[in-house]
């Protein structure tokens, strides 16, 4: 507890539970690292999933998991805090703290051991199938959580554990403490309800800021060990109002946010005797107010312009001179559905002459390989619609060449095709899995229809692990029994299915009632379920979705009135 504090400093280890590769290329790492570390009195260390050999060690018992930056045991700390950002590292996080010498279940550790607490996008998303494994989660974002949550447990010092984590829970906006809180199931197995005990909250409201008043997440670290070698990497919008009924950003950041011109440049002007390789990051950085501005600034400073992903139906002249001068090879781009009707199924407001389009202006500006991403598994989806991603794959390369004639060397278009998992607070959050054998039959049918197309290559994940991304991420605190076999017997989730009582189908397979309770319900984003269910009969029925008005006044789907009430943070 915090009473062991020597001097009154903090100390904190920040934890990722995949590799320093993955992790060092992820921004809202580098976010809580940098703001833990701003605090004069805490001091913030990392820890990471070690690499396969580390691994083998620390199972075998060779070798504990100790902070990167000191070599300290994890239980030196008085906190370790999980950046989450996908569910499928959930295993690692139960295996890191069983290497740490920890009990993995928040019930079972002792009153001298340090805080467990995790946060990230996968959390804010549905936090429960951890729920056992914590004991208390960050709810929103860092730069609206961090110091409020260390001045609260400053507040707490010399308090009992289980005291330090109900002050915590009543008083700390956007803090969650699972164990205050008893779920409640019916007879068929589904959640009936989430109750809390004392004087916690019915629901944990996210923490959501304005970005006018904080400095753009930024990379703290360039390094060449990441997937984006010797980039700095800046934020310059949060949330997307696009309203694509199968995206989680595009929902839980509501309403879209944009840092300003002169906070970018700022930030850009601190990396420049660094680095010549500046990152733009935002789920929609095409829909940024200033992108073109931004983009000559970038250009004027003799400095290299990167992108996340591109909207096809945002390639300004600005943004191909960019990309041109910029030297870019490859460039993404989304159709998400090979026809036009499924992306007005799935909100995704493009046509195939905006991917058409796309394709041949970013050749023309010298891009030379493509990457389209899309989805199999979609709600509604027909064999007709993999047709017509063949058919529209066919076209792309078709104006690629016709634009690349003449050159030395052809370029190659990447097919990234993904099987699709509904998520929580999406309108998609009723819908089923397509399931396992579904998916690779699409996968084969594709694979097959596209296999001797020349420049064209396809790259399929595996559906297996889509499922079980599926569950983790759409399922209860039973799924944590689930997890603790594989993450700690060395199970497969093959073999833990067919031990389970309850059947992993339960919580992927079926469409879910339309009043059913969600376990990630717990949380509350300010997006009314209401409007999300209303978008998803709208699908249901062939019709297109409507991007966010972004207007004072507004209480459509529910969050932009949540934040004119709450006012600038």
């Not at 709810?139 to 005291?163: K, M």
């Not at 002459?353 to 390989?369: D, I, P, W, Y």
């Not at 066919?394 to 030395?408: D, I, P, T, W």
Request: charged share 25%; glycine share 8%.
């Amino acid at each position: 507890m915090i009473s062991r504090n020597p001097g009154g400093s903090i100390h904190i280890v920040l934890a990722f539970p995949n590799t320093y590769h993955v992790g060092m290329s992820n921004l809202g790492f580098q976010t809580a690292y940098r703001l833990f570390n701003d605090i004069p009195f805490v001091t913030c260390e990392r820890v990471f999933y070690p690499d396969p050999e580390i691994r083998a060690k620390c199972r075998s018992g060779r070798a504990q998991l100790l902070s990167m930056e000191s070599s300290r045991p994890l239980t030196d700390f008085h906190l370790i805090a999980f950046s989450v950002s996908f569910e499928n590292d959930y295993p690692a996080i139960l295996e890191m703290l069983h290497w740490a010498g920890l009990s993995v279940r928040s019930a079972d550790r002792h009153e001298t051991d340090p805080l467990v607490a995790a946060g990230g996008v996968a959390v804010l998303l549905n936090p429960e199938p951890l729920a056992d494994f914590m004991d208390f989660f960050f709810i929103g974002e860092a730069e609206g959580l961090v110091n409020p949550f260390v001045r609260h447990w400053i507040d707490a010092q010399g308090a009992s554990r289980r005291e330090i984590l109900e002050y915590l829970a009543e008083h700390c906006p956007g803090l969650y403490v699972p164990r205050l809180y008893t779920p409640v199931y019916g007879s068929t197995g589904v959640l009936q309800s989430i109750q809390p005990k004392g004087k916690v909250p019915t629901r944990v409201r996210a923490v959501k800021v304005g970005l006018d008043s904080i400095e753009p997440a930024h990379s703290v670290l360039v390094t060449k060990e990441t997937e984006f070698s010797e980039t700095a990497l800046i934020e310059i919008g949060r949330g997307c109002g696009r309203g694509c009924r199968f995206c989680a950003a595009g929902f839980i950041y509501r309403p879209p946010r944009f840092h300003t011109l002169e906070a970018i440049s700022r930030l850009v002007a601190e990396w420049m005797p660094h680095t010549a390789r500046i990152g733009l990051v935002s789920p929609a950085v095409s829909d940024y107010p200033e992108l073109n501005e931004l983009c000559h600034r970038l250009l004027d400073w003799n400095l290299q312009v990167h992108f996340s992903s591109l909207r096809a139906d945002k390639v300004s002249p600005d943004i191909l001179m960019a990309l041109g001068e910029s030297g870019l090879k490859a460039v993404a781009i989304a159709p998400e559905a090979g026809s036009e009707r499924l992306r007005a199924v799935i909100g995704k407001h493009l046509t195939d002459e905006n991917v058409l389009s796309a394709a041949e202006r970013l050749t023309a500006c010298g891009v030379q390989h493509l990457k389209l991403y899309f989805m199999i598994g979609l709600p509604l989806e027909t064999r007709e619609d993999l047709a017509a991603t063949v058919d529209l794959v066919k076209r792309v390369k078709h104006r690629v060449l016709e634009r690349s004639r003449g050159q030395k060397k052809l370029g190659e278009i990447t097919l990234s095709v993904h099987s699709f998992v509904p998520k929580p607070f999406t309108p998609f959050q009723w819908a089923p899995f397509a399931g396992v054998s579904e998916l690779k039959a699409k996968a084969k049918w594709l694979k097959h229809a596209l296999g001797k197309v020349a420049n064209v290559r396809v790259h399929f994940d595996l559906p297996k692990w889509a499922y079980v991304q599926a569950m983790l991420s759409r399922g209860d605190r039973r799924v944590g029994d689930l997890l603790e076999k594989v993450a700690l017997k060395g199970m497969s989730w093959t073999q833990v299915a067919r031990e389970s009582v309850l059947n992993p189908d339960f919580w992927v397979m079926r469409e879910r009632d339309p009043d059913e309770v969600f376990p990630w319900e717990i949380v509350d984003h300010g997006v009314k379920r209401a409007f999300l269910r209303s978008q998803y009969e709208r699908a249901m029925r062939g019709l297109a979705s409507e991007p966010c008005v972004q207007e004072p006044g507004c209480h459509i789907c529910g969050a932009c009135g949540r934040a004119h009430a709450e006012g600038p943070s």
